[in-house]
């Protein structure tokens, strides 16, 4: 028998490619990536190297290919998209963003099969609504996302909703708001790269490393909060997702637990077994007037919808990161 297939858009990108690697590990599935793979000496198809994929489809070819396999696609788990936060260009942000995303949307309702997709904790703007992930119209009509990634994400979010009210959904779907996730296979993503990969380098070497000083006097410099997550425990919600197709909605996808950039710089230096060194320059003025300075997930409904797993501590999940990939020749998963 031929077996169905689970389709990973964005699976060359982090978080893609380590669903793609669980997925290809424990299912039975056929796992198919929908991605651009850039110049062959970027680290992007590193991401994948090891993991026995079914197919990979150019995003220009997508819905040709849906169209050629629908009888076998059981999911699309959707984490393609332009995920720079500070991104100048909006309509390119809202053509790959919410367009492709309704019109995968629309695809998967037509044809019976589910859909998983990347969402955004930019939805929440400064957090001065909180962190709840209600998903009904007017809870999101609330959100005021402070760019324009987060507009994009909150728009399909409202999207989604609004279809399913109307019994125009397909048959299982859920948005996952991520908020601060951290892990392997990011290497390809330069700014937009986690805090730790991003000092990795100056903490490998025993150098001082340098964080954004605090401009808010609530928060003292280093002490901007953030929930941070480590890859593998969205990747858990997405196959909790996939094994319980009577789950739908929009839920965080955090650990439940702010932390501060201080914390997570001293953790990097504990897992290379260093002395922390951290010093602090300006937040650059264009993001100053849109920086948070705390975000924490309330993953109260996950949980409640039956999702049982546990966060990796914050020092934990950077010790796994360090020691486990970025030390290491091949810090590919």
């Not at 993991?51 to 050629?68: G, T, V």
């Not at 332009?82 to 019109?103: G, Q």
């Not at 001082?208 to 410099?221: E, G, I, W």
């Amino acid at each position: 028998m031929t077996p169905r297939m689970i389709v990973v858009t964005g699976g060359a990108g982090f978080i893609g490619s380590n669903i793609v690697a669980r997925l290809t590990a424990e299912t039975a599935h056929d796992v198919v990536v929908c991605d651009r793979l850039g110049t062959a000496d970027l680290a992007k198809w590193k991401n994948l190297a090891k993991h026995p994929i079914a197919d990979f489809w150019s995003p220009e070819a997508l819905f040709e290919q849906l169209e050629r396999h629908a009888e076998r696609i059981e999911a699309v788990v959707h984490m393609g998209a332009v995920s720079s936060t500070t991104e100048p260009d909006a309509d390119l942000i809202l053509r790959t963003n919410f367009t492709l995303s309704r019109d995968l949307w629309d695809w998967c309702a037509i044809r019976d099969a589910r859909m998983i997709y990347a969402s955004s904790a930019a939805t929440y703007g400064d957090g001065e609504t909180g962190f709840d992930d209600d998903d009904d119209a007017k809870s999101l009509s609330r959100l005021r996302p402070l760019n324009a990634y987060g507009y994009s994400k909150m728009l399909f979010d409202q999207y989604a909703v609004r279809q399913s009210d109307r019994g125009q959904a397909p048959r299982q779907w859920a948005g996952l708001k991520f908020f601060n996730v951290y892990g392997p296979n990011e290497g390809h993503k330069g700014a937009m790269k986690s805090v730790v990969a991003q000092i990795w380098p100056k903490v490998q070497a025993g150098e001082t490393v340098t964080l954004f000083r605090s401009h808010n006097p609530n928060y003292a410099d280093g002490g901007q909060m953030r929930d941070f997550v480590y890859v593998d425990d969205v990747v858990d919600i997405v196959e909790f997702l996939l094994q319980s197709p009577q789950v739908s909605g929009v839920f965080n996808a955090g650990s439940g637990q702010a932390r501060s950039f201080a914390d997570l710089a001293r953790a990097t230096y504990a897992a290379a077994g260093k002395e922390p060194s951290i010093d602090y320059v300006d937040t650059p003025v264009s993001i100053r007037d849109r920086y948070q300075y705390f975000t924490q997930a309330r993953m109260d409904r996950i949980r409640a919808a039956g999702f049982q797993g546990q966060s990796t501590p914050l020092e934990e999940g950077v010790r796994r990161y360090v020691q486990n990939f970025l030390s290491t020749a091949d810090p590919y998963r």
